[in-house]
């Protein structure tokens, strides 16, 4: 188990997330003015780039939660891009995650990012391996050449959808309205409507009148099959991401404390809220990535 502590000290160099509107995805270079203390788990850090005023001329400093902080990740001295590769891009002060989309000449990659659903050009010195810090390590470590990057394919194969997304089947669904941002909602497929486009029940969803279970028509993008059983294990770590069921939808979060009887606090890094879960109410968090389930950068084939 990691000890903040350890890697934020004070005047550690580190990496910041920020939960402020336009900034949620990104990360940004800092220092720690404040170190987290036996009593209290919040961090005071100066930003590298960002201002806390209109002149440019003061550093914005900001008290924030552990887990929104991380050292800052290892860089390769001569590294090389590739089609479907998962990378952060230096955009707006930030470095934000996407995927390499195009190899151009003199280095240069074309970049999608999911978030906002925007593809931009990139240099070489602009982009680095994307990175997740685990439990005090980097993944994939830097000293391994070969390793597994995170695909993200726009749409599922046909087979895939034929096998997976066929009528009937118990499936969970993200939804862009707001309040209902980041989380995943179990439903089962009506019917195909087109190639992308999906009819869909919510299990637990009501229509405005509460007469029956919510249908809304769903593309491809936004469904996902049920995860299996495996992602159910008998404890969780601190930093574990996780998703959490809350209001009839898996929420994702980060484990920031283990307490007693086998309950934890989550940290919702999108509301920066933190919240009290029973282990029942917990799973490890992956991703649904080109028929593979996926969590950093070790992946699991259903």
Not at 78 to 99: C, I, K, L, T
Request: charged letters at 30%.
């Amino acid at each position: 188990m990691a000890d903040p502590n350890k890697y934020f000290r004070k005047g550690s160099e580190v990496e910041i997330s920020s939960n402020d509107e336009g900034f949620r995805g990104a990360w940004y270079a800092g220092t720690v003015i404040r170190p987290p203390s036996a009593r209290s788990k919040k961090v005071l850090v100066q930003y590298r780039a960002l201002m806390a005023d209109e002149a440019g001329k003061t550093p914005l400093q900001e008290t924030l939660d552990v887990v929104q902080l991380r050292p800052p990740p290892p860089r390769e001295a001569h590294p090389r891009f590739e089609f479907s590769q998962e990378v952060d891009a230096r955009y707006n002060d930030g470095w934000w995650e996407g995927v390499v989309m195009e190899v151009l000449e003199d280095g240069r990659c074309s970049v999608f990012f999911r978030g906002t659903r925007e593809q931009l050009e990139f240099g070489a010195s602009e982009l680095r391996v994307h990175r997740e810090w685990v439990n005090g390590s980097w993944v994939p470590p830097l000293e391994v050449e070969e390793t597994v990057s995170i695909v993200e394919k726009m749409k599922p194969s046909k087979k895939m959808v034929k096998d997976k997304f066929s009528k009937g089947t118990l499936v969970e669904v993200s939804s862009d309205e707001d309040g209902f941002q980041g989380a995943w909602f179990a439903a089962t497929i009506i019917d195909q409507l087109t190639k992308d486009k999906f009819l869909i029940e919510y299990k637990t969803l009501r229509n405005d009148d509460d007469t029956d279970f919510l249908r809304e028509e769903a593309d491809i993008l936004h469904i996902r099959p049920c995860p299996p059983d495996t992602f159910v294990v008998d404890s969780f770590n601190l930093h574990d991401e996780v998703d959490a069921l809350y209001n009839d939808g898996w929420w994702v979060g980060v484990i920031s404390t283990i307490l007693k009887r086998k309950r934890y606090l989550v940290y919702f890094r999108g509301t920066n809220e933190e919240m009290e879960f029973k282990h029942s109410d917990l799973r490890l968090h992956k991703d649904w990535i080109d028929g593979k389930w996926i969590m950093a950068s070790r992946a699991l084939k259903l």
